[in-house]
């Protein structure tokens, strides 16, 4: 069956850094895209950053750029994302996913999802 588990959330200080790892299983990983997503409480699950099937192309949400970096190993089905200089609005659950559709921006083009990593940065 098709599995991702993400892991590497934790509480972390405002401006400090984190790396997110998210293990896939279950179907060929180079064929798919890839991408982070997160949900604070309240607010629905937005974008976060892409990658393709390569690795060859990042995209990354406005509110991240310059400071997430998302990347893939093929040989080890793994997808990260690196997380600098953090920020409280950071707070959240990540969650990685496989994409299948059109737009890596919205959920709907993701079909499967990982249980979620807490990630909490305190000012």
């Known amino acids: 069956q098709v599995q991702l588990v993400e892991s590497g959330g934790g509480l972390v200080q405002a401006g400090g850094s984190l790396r997110l790892s998210c293990a896939a299983s279950?179907?060929?990983?180079?064929?798919?895209?890839m991408g982070w997503f997160r949900q604070a409480p309240g607010k629905e699950r937005e974008f976060v950053a892409a990658?393709?099937?390569?690795?060859?192309?990042?995209y990354y949400a406005d509110s991240v750029k310059g400071r997430f970096t998302i990347s893939r190993d093929n040989g080890k089905n793994t997808v990260y994302l690196q997380m600098n200089s953090l920020k409280p609005e950071d707070t959240a659950v990540y969650y990685c996913?496989?994409?299948?559709?059109?737009?890596?921006?919205?959920?709907?083009?993701?079909?499967?999802w990982g249980q979620g990593t807490q990630v909490t940065v305190s000012s």
């Open positions: 279950g179907r060929t990983f180079s064929n798919y895209a």
């Open positions: 990658i393709s099937r390569s690795g060859g192309s990042t």
């Open positions: 996913g496989f994409h299948y559709s059109f737009s890596y921006y919205n959920s709907a083009g993701y079909d499967y």
